[in-house]
């Protein structure tokens, strides 16, 4: 069974802190896709990144970056010098194959960071 | 500006009452998808569809019919509203089911049964 797991809750940090939001997941696909989503405020989810399971290498852009180890299943998404419109809830999801021809996109159940000025 | 359109934004129902959620996008996607998010869940399928005249289960489907009017439009339908159904809809689409495609989500319908 697929599985996605945001340890974190909840995280608060000061304006210009590093902050790292783990995901890790299960799944016997050997195939798949990672996902980051954003939720701010609004309430509106914005597409972060994709990262299919072949593709190692870590990925930077601006102050977000992204972690990807297949060693220990996790995904993890640091946020450089934050900034209050940082604040937001981040989905983890993972797109795998669920047998008989289908495929499922299972999303974690997010982490609310609040970034404090 | 093209995406994913969601109407209504707010709804207020009586237990067993009935009412539709309206969705259309105009990004020409293929596949269409009906989430709920509830505090501490993160967001959980309640149908799909995968192309125009398909529609399938998904994780939290009970309570929920759906209808692909055409390639635009995906409706959800409450036929009996309970308070559990108390949530935040979101539809989202994407060109082609759940492959690498990413997810075009609009901007959540809030519903509250009392």
């Known amino acids: 069974a697929q599985k996605v797991t945001q340890a974190q809750t909840e995280i608060s940090v000061v304006e210009k802190e590093d902050v790292t939001l783990d995901c890790v997941y299960e799944?016997?696909?050997?195939?798949?896709?990672l996902f980051w989503y954003k939720q701010p405020p609004s309430g509106e989810l914005v597409f972060l990144i994709r990262?299919?399971?072949?593709?190692?290498q870590n990925e930077i852009s601006g102050r977000y970056s992204w972690n990807f180890q297949k060693s220990t299943s996790s995904f993890n998404f640091t946020i450089t010098a934050s900034q209050v419109v940082d604040s937001a809830v981040y989905f983890c999801?993972?797109?795998?194959?669920?047998?008989?021809?289908?495929?499922?996109?299972?999303f974690g159940k997010g982490t609310k960071l609040s970034v404090i000025p | 500006n093209a995406g994913v359109t969601q109407t209504p934004k707010f709804q207020v129902l009586k237990t067993g009452q009935s009412m539709t959620l309206q969705c259309a996008q105009d990004?020409?996607?293929?596949?269409m998808y009906w989430y709920r998010q509830d505090p501490g869940m993160g967001l959980r399928l309640i149908y799909y569809?995968?192309?125009?005249?398909?529609?399938d289960k998904g994780e939290v489907p009970n309570g929920y019919n759906v209808s692909r009017l055409n390639k635009r439009e995906f409706s959800l339908r409450l036929e009996s509203a309970a308070p559990s159904q108390t949530s935040v809809y979101f539809c989202?689409?994407?060109?082609?089911?759940?492959?690498?495609?990413?997810?075009?989500f609009g901007a959540g319908s809030r519903l509250t049964v009392l």
């Open positions: 989202a689409s994407s060109e082609l089911g759940f492959g690498a495609n990413v997810l075009t």
């Open positions: 799944t016997r696909d050997t195939t798949y896709y």
């Open positions: 990262r299919n399971s072949f593709d190692e």
């Open positions: 999801a993972l797109r795998s194959y669920s047998g008989a021809g289908s495929y499922q996109l299972t």
């Open positions: 990004m020409n996607h293929n596949s």
């Open positions: 569809s995968a192309s125009e005249g398909t529609t």
